[in-house]
């Protein structure tokens, strides 16, 4: 699984007109702060236990994170990762949702999406890829995005999504994708075309062994 780096900011609230007593914020900051660090704690725990494949002990400590500082933005789409690795899904998918609601990026509309992808809610997947994509120049996102699409059926969305791909990246793949798109909207001639420069006579949607949609291709050119 592929992880993605987050810029993180810290809203900082805007003074009231009545200010509480030195004593009262000083705890308030205290306690607060206290927070923080023990979530941190549990994050930078919970992390080892990823490193030595103790998923289970992971999603624990993440969740025990979550439980002590709520607000802590790294936390959620760690435990939206957690979940996945102990396929909770539907679990999986609320993490991911407090995550868009803490901190909305294309990032975030990314790793909702991949959960509807292991979910096999492929419709849901390209609602939430299109949304990361809108606004991202990142490949793999626009790359996600056609993949939903063409596992949903949608060709003639994935058409123009394919070639916006490929303004990012112009490898085998993307040509291949963009192939399936054509195809699936009678443009054979397109299609042709683009799997030549993909390097293939032919490629299509398949299920695999374990009913996963997969790209194949065949003829190598």
């Known amino acids: 699984m592929s992880h993605n780096s987050f810029l993180h900011w810290i809203a900082v609230p805007a003074l009231v007109t009545v200010l509480l007593s030195a004593g009262c914020s000083q705890t308030s900051n205290a306690e607060n702060g206290s927070k923080q660090e023990r979530a941190e704690a549990l994050i930078q725990r919970a ?10 002990k992971n999603l624990d400590l993440l969740k025990e994170a979550a439980a002590t500082d709520p607000q ?21 998918v609320k993490a991911c949702e407090q995550q868009l609601t803490l901190h909305p990026s294309s990032i975030s509309h990314n790793g909702l999406g991949l959960v509807y992808l292991a979910k096999k809610d492929y419709a849901k997947a390209a609602s939430e890829f299109e ?14 995005y056609v993949w939903s699409l063409l596992c949903s059926k949608q060709y003639a969305k994935a058409v123009p999504a394919s070639l916006r791909l490929l303004e990012f990246s112009k490898d085998s793949d993307a040509y291949a994708r963009l192939g399936v798109a054509y195809a699936g909207t009678g443009q054979s001639d397109a299609a042709r075309n683009a799997f030549q420069k993909a390097g293939w006579k032919s490629c299509e949607m398949e299920k695999d062994e374990k009913y996963d949609l997969v790209l194949r291709c065949v003829g190598q050119n």
Do not use: M
């Open 47 to 56: 992390g080892k236990s990823f490193a030595d494949s103790d998923f289970r």
């Open 131 to 144: 949304k990361a994509a809108s606004d991202s120049d990142v490949p793999v996102i626009h790359s996600n």
């Open 72 to 92: 802590n933005i790294r936390v959620w789409w760690k435990l939206c990762e957690a979940y996945q690795l102990t396929e909770e899904l539907d679990l999986a």
